[in-house]
């Protein structure tokens, strides 16, 4: 399991795969969610856009990711 802290309180599907280092661009985002089994919280997501907040859960790519949102002034 690995943490994953973001700023703010959400961040997107898509650029957590980015952020993640599971993908190297944004735009690679639509082609491994279509070829890659994706779970957000247990349930399968397809959708690069889906929103994701603290303490969701992401197994992707062989890893579960777990998001730790941080404060937007720190």
């Not at 247990?42 to 404060?71: K, N, S, T, W």
Request: proline share 4%; glycine share 14%; hydrophobic share 45%.
């Amino acid at each position: 399991m690995r943490e994953v802290e973001i700023r703010g309180e959400m961040i997107r599907l898509g650029v957590l795969l980015k952020l993640a280092g599971l993908i190297d661009a944004g735009g690679e985002a639509k082609a491994f969610l279509a070829s890659e089994p994706v779970m957000v919280n247990g349930e399968p997501e397809e959708r690069r856009g889906r929103q994701l907040f603290d303490g969701d859960r992401i197994a992707a790519g062989g890893e579960l990711l777990v998001i730790a949102a941080g404060h937007p002034d720190s």
